[in-house]
């Protein structure tokens, strides 16, 4: 779909929300942080406003701010309206509005739609008993049966599979994608009249993507609802919006229909997001390396054999029930998979989530237990190694993983978390040399030498995904599995991660695994891609040819719901 697509034409030009000169300051610690700096914009009913900007430009707390729900000890708005229109009302500034009244409108003529699902979903209850208070709440007259079928019918419109079971279950025992999938469902079953979305489809794949968007959009037209959609996926805001606004540092720096934003941006910033899509980012040759340097030949047995052939792998968990714990079924997250990956090859794998992506990349590791098949490592079989055996392996065999706030230890400083791997492979033979080498490293991933005596939380996410990135290269691997490494990053610090990881796998004759959900990036940083589902390989080829002329019916469908724009103007 394109930007241009008249289907997208706003039903309505009655106003549903209309923000003058807001400004929002935050208090850090005793100093006052400017996050919107008077900004302006009017949202109408049926029409969809597209927020885009790197993180940190006053996005999300644009639209707490609009919420009301910034602390008032952290959060003071110095100047400024948000006027909400109620039908057959007058409009009401919700920064001069009373408590109980913003009470009465949270959650049920406005509701927001959060980032992160697991922190915004309370653990003690179940998703049914959230769901269900947020109805009742607003919709007082429904009964506790009526209110439980319409959380079920919302979980279903989301595709929760089996809701009428899934109702039951606590936040933790659901993946990340119905987690967020949860939130959305909360968010629209009350049906507002002004939802706001921030990032909401970020941990989704894009055939869940494809459907949660058409769900919105249908609900759009059917309430003429407004729709504040936050987002750095520009393939989704061709799809959604009517209205685009690109913020900076606090300020709107461009704003206009979806189609002249995207097509013809004014203003240096929007094209610096636009030119920083995989898609529109130089492609470097893809030539594969020189695999006769001295570097490989020590253990590789021909050059004939790849650095990683799986035959037969599998990984099948069980299912346990009743009191004794026995084994009633299993689950075939992996269920024969043979590949091949060559050296120095970038190999993309692609799949919805709960397809085995993951654990296959883990099983490779032998992070998870294999149940049958052969995992071949420059020549030699290590499925059956011992962890002694394999210890001295785990240095040519590294992961970046998909949550670098989860995966780095909070208490360790940036220097212990690159020397510790270091000194227990006994590269370097004291302190200094190491600290040497880390300095070396952390300047490839583009990170200043200061960086090393700093602690994770002090960095952005995209910050932290480099250390990710440094802390796997300083053992000098040989393959590294990246798993989804670029998934919730904005799409310029994407662009600077993908150009990093090509440079670094010419200068340091890298073999990768990546996973990923976004084909963009499997376009540009690929030299063979496959197709993952329900645990098996269902494709396999060049990305040109798997893309362009995808021959399954999953990979049809797939490519089908990737999210697109045309970046070149449209006659006319």
Not at 347 to 359: Q, Y
Request: proline share 7%; net charge neutral.
């Amino acid at each position: 779909m394109t930007p241009a697509d008249a289907s997208l034409s706003p039903q309505s030009t009655e106003p549903l929300l209309a923000v003058r000169e807001l400004y929002t300051d935050l208090r850090v610690g005793q100093q006052s942080l400017r996050a919107v700096d008077g900004i302006s914009f009017t949202l109408h009913r049926g029409e969809t406003l597209c927020l885009v900007g790197e993180s940190g430009s006053g996005k999300s707390v644009t639209a707490l701010s609009v919420m009301r729900l910034l602390a008032e000890d952290v959060a003071t708005h110095p100047h400024g309206e948000i006027l909400f229109y109620p039908p057959g009302q007058p409009p009401l500034n919700l920064l001069t509005a009373a408590e109980d009244t913003l009470r009465q409108l949270q959650g049920g003529r406005l509701a927001m739609i959060f980032q992160e699902p697991m922190t915004s979903l309370n653990p003690v209850f179940t998703i049914g008993e959230q769901i269900i208070e947020t109805l009742r709440l607003h919709r007082p007259q429904l009964g506790y049966s009526q209110a439980r079928a319409c959380a079920i019918e919302a979980l279903a419109e989301v595709q929760i599979p089996q809701p009428e079971k899934r109702i039951d279950e606590y936040p933790h025992r659901l993946s990340g994608g119905q987690r967020q999938r949860v939130m959305i469902a909360m968010a629209m079953a009350c049906e507002p009249d002004i939802l706001i979305a921030d990032e909401p489809t970020t941990a989704l794949d894009v055939t869940v993507q494809a459907e949660i968007l058409r769900l919105m959009r249908a609900l759009q037209q059917r309430k003429q609802m407004g729709l504040l959609f936050i987002t750095h996926d520009f393939g989704v805001v061709a799809q959604m919006a009517h209205t685009v606004a690109v913020m900076q540092r606090g300020k709107i720096v461009e704003m206009g229909a979806a189609h002249r934003v995207l097509t013809q941006p004014q203003h240096a910033y929007t094209r610096s997001l636009i030119d920083a899509l995989p898609e529109h980012l130089p492609r470097q040759a893809r030539s594969q390396i020189d695999v006769s340097d001295a570097h490989y030949t020590q253990e590789k047995p021909s050059h004939n054999v790849p650095l990683l052939r799986l035959r037969g792998l599998k990984v099948h968990f069980p299912v346990r029930k009743g009191l004794l714990r026995r084994v009633v079924d299993w689950v075939r997250a992996v269920d024969g998979v043979d590949l091949d990956i060559e050296r120095g090859q970038v190999m993309a794998l692609v799949g919805e989530s709960g397809c085995g992506k993951t654990t296959l990349g883990r099983a490779v590791l032998r992070l998870l237990p294999v149940s049958a098949g052969s995992i071949q490592f420059a020549g030699a079989e290590i499925r059956h190694d011992s962890r002694k055996t394999l210890q001295p392996l785990r240095r040519r065999l590294q992961v970046v993983f998909q949550d670098p706030a989860a995966s780095l230890n909070p208490r360790l400083s940036i220097a212990n978390t690159l020397l510790e791997p270091m000194a227990v492979h006994g590269i370097g033979s004291s302190t200094e040399e190491r600290l040497a080498r880390a300095r070396q490293i952390l300047d490839q991933v583009q990170l200043p030498p200061d960086a090393l005596w700093r602690y994770p939380h002090e960095f952005s996410g995209g910050q932290k995904q480099r250390i990710g990135i440094a802390r796997a290269l300083v053992l000098e691997p040989e393959f590294i599995v990246c798993d989804e490494i670029t998934s919730a990053l904005d799409v310029s610090v994407q662009a600077e991660i993908l150009q990093i990881l090509m440079e670094l796998r010419h200068s340091h004759r890298l073999t990768l695994l990546f996973i990923t959900h976004n084909i963009g990036v499997v376009e540009y940083l690929a030299d063979e891609m496959a197709v993952m589902y329900q645990g098996r390989i269902i494709e396999q080829g060049p990305p040109d040819q798997v893309c362009n002329h995808p021959q399954h019916p999953y990979t049809q469908k797939l490519l089908a719901a990737v999210p697109r724009f045309q970046r070149n103007p449209l006659p006319g």
